[in-house]
């Protein structure tokens, strides 16, 4: 547990990595996300996850109940010759939002991302999430370089 527990907003919650028995939960989070999955789905990427050292899926419990998602990837990054650890997922359910949860999340991926020897943490957000933007502003981070993306189909 991270000494961000100790934090008063974040109270209550841990953080433990995800195993494929949690596949229920992720499902539902990365639903709400915008992002419909099926259990077996989501069983099916959180083993992918675990098989990956370079990844990692951690999600947040209140009282026993899973209630928030950090999924985050570590990458060599070319132009500046390290490695960046992006959040690739950061969802906090309805009823535990306001409570401090995502930036408690935000602060483990931030130590995470230290640990793992990343000289930075970006996040990736869709550009109609503007509420989200304002978020990650007031954690600390500053709008990047517009990404753009193309849908390879199969």
């Not at 000494?3 to 494929?20: I, K, M, N, Q, Y």
């Amino acid at each position: 547990m991270s000494s961000a527990t100790h934090d008063h907003a974040a109270e209550g919650f841990d953080l433990r990595g995800a195993v494929p028995a949690d596949a229920d939960d992720v499902a539902a989070l990365l639903t709400q996300l915008g992002y419909p999955c099926e259990a077996a789905d989501a069983a099916e990427r959180i083993a992918t996850v675990l098989h990956n050292d370079r990844q990692a899926l951690i999600l947040a419990r209140h009282r026993g109940a899973v209630c928030g998602l950090l999924a985050l990837d570590y990458m060599y990054y070319l132009p500046l010759g390290t490695t960046t650890c992006r959040v690739t997922a950061l969802v906090v359910s309805t009823d535990a939002q306001g409570h401090g949860l995502g930036r408690l999340l935000l602060r483990d991926a931030e130590r995470r991302a230290r640990t793992g020897g990343a000289a930075r943490l970006e996040v990736t957000s869709a550009s109609h999430r503007t509420e989200a933007h304002a978020f990650y502003r007031a954690c600390g981070f500053s709008d990047g370089a517009a990404r753009f993306v193309k849908l390879l189909g199969d």
